[in-house]
Each structure stands twice: as C-alpha cells, then as structure tokens.
T-cell receptor
Framework: QKEVEQNSGPLSVPEGAIASLNCTYS??????FFWYRQYSGKSPELIMSIYSNGDKEDGRFTAQLNKASQYVSLLIRDSQPSDSATYLCAVNEEYGNKLVFGAGTILRVKS | DAMVIQNPRYQVTQFGKPVTLSCSQT?????MYWYQQKSSQAPKLLFHYYDKDFNNEADTPDNFQSRRPNTSFCFLDIRSPGLGDAAMYLCATSRGGTGGSEQYFGPGTRLTVT
C-alpha cells in the first residue's frame, strides 16, 4: 500500500513567520513530488513541483526533497493570512500516471 | 487561458436519481482523472483515462461510471446516488508519460444528495 503521510495540524504561525510543512512517502520508486494548496470549499491548486534532491525556490515558497529519507517539505517565508489553507503533498506512483495524495496539513496564519 | 472546466459547479440530486457531471479541458492533455473528495480527506481517485484507455480503481463502486468521448471531454455518471456519495467531485488532467505527471484540477462539482 503506497502511502503519503502528513501531519494534519493545524499548524499555526504568526504573520511574517516561516511555515514549515512536512511529508513522508513510502514508494521508493517515486520520482515526482508536488505541493497543492486547497482553500476551504475550493479545488487543489498546484503551487510547487520538485523532481531532484535539494531545494527548489519559487517566490516565497521553497520545496525540499530528500529521496534517501523519503521526505519532502514546503517552506513558506513571510507567511500571510492569505496562505491559510490546507496543503496537500502528492507523490507520483513509480509506474503509471497516478498521484498518491496525503490527507493534508491545515495551515493557519494569524495576523 | 488553458484550463479545466467543470459543470455544474453545484448539483443537487435525489437519492437514487442518476446524475452526470462533466469536465472539459483546453490543455490538450492526454490524461483525465476523476476524484471524489469528502471533507478533511485526501482526494480519492475513482478512475482515469489515458487517451481512450480507461483505468478503474479497484475500490471504485460499480455505481460510478465514466465516458470520454473525445480528448477534451470526460463525464462522470453516478447511476444511483446514495447519501454517502455526497462529496466534491474533482476533474484533473495531466500530459502523462515521463515528466508529465503534474495534475491540474478543475474547480470541482459539489454534489448534494437529498
């Protein structure tokens, strides 16, 4: 059973702080890793993808990947109240065209 | 803008009354997916099409069917909705193949069963 694990939260951070979201996965053959943001009642929105070990930065977002530890993280710098949402980690299956999603971490940014 | 469109955005149906949800895409992606998402849960994949090839998840109830008449459109049919089928239904697309696993979601259809 391929699994993606996330802490459900809620993770509460003050405005302007760094939010750190973590994810572990079970399928060692996975090659593609994604973070989606989902506001309440809305659909998931792709915000970051990462394929190689190390860091990938895009604006206030940094994704980090460590395949040896089967660990993916998302850092949000200068957190804003508008970042308050559920963040879903998704990992591709080694074969085929499917993603396995974690249940998501609720982030709350307090002003 | 290239996008994934779902209609209707909100659907109310009666217990046991068939319902069809639609999805269209202008991304020209090969793969189209249908997910069911209930509150505070991860999206649950129901099935997906790679071009015309249909791939059903083992735990998808027979009550759920899908059609993909062409590259742009995909439909989800719920033959006899039960109260437990009330959920958000999400359509997503991807290019597929090596390096094409990013999925892009439509806005979803919120299904209520009365």
């Amino acid at each position: 059973q391929k699994e993606v694990e996330q802490n459900s939260g809620p993770l509460s951070v003050p405005e302007g702080a760094i939010a750190s979201l973590n994810c572990t996965y079970s399928d060692r053959g996975s090659q593609s890793f994604f973070w989606y943001r989902q506001y309440s009642g809305k659909s998931p929105e792709l915000i970051m993808s990462i394929y190689s070990n190390g860091d990938k930065e895009d604006g206030r977002f940094t994704a980090q990947l460590n395949k040896a530890s089967q660990y993916v993280s998302l850092l949000i710098r200068d957190s804003q109240p508008s970042d308050s949402a559920t963040y879903l980690c998704a990992v591709n299956e080694e074969y085929g065209n499917k993603l396995v999603f974690g249940a998501g971490t609720i982030l709350r940014v307090k002003s | 803008d290239a996008m994934v469109i779902q209609n209707p955005r909100y659907q109310v149906t009666q217990f046991g009354k068939p319902v069809t949800l639609s999805c269209s895409q202008t991304l020209n992606h090969n793969v189209m997916y249908w997910y069911q998402q209930k509150s505070s849960q991860a999206p649950k994949l129901l099935f997906h099409y790679y071009d015309k090839d249909f791939n059903n998840e083992a735990d998808t109830p027979d009550n759920f069917q899908s059609r993909r008449p062409n590259t742009s459109f995909c439909f989800l049919d719920i033959r006899s909705p039960g109260l437990g089928d009330a959920a958000m239904y999400l359509c997503a697309t991807s290019r597929g193949g090596t390096g094409g696993s990013e999925q892009y979601f439509g806005p979803g259809t919120r299904l209520t069963v009365t």
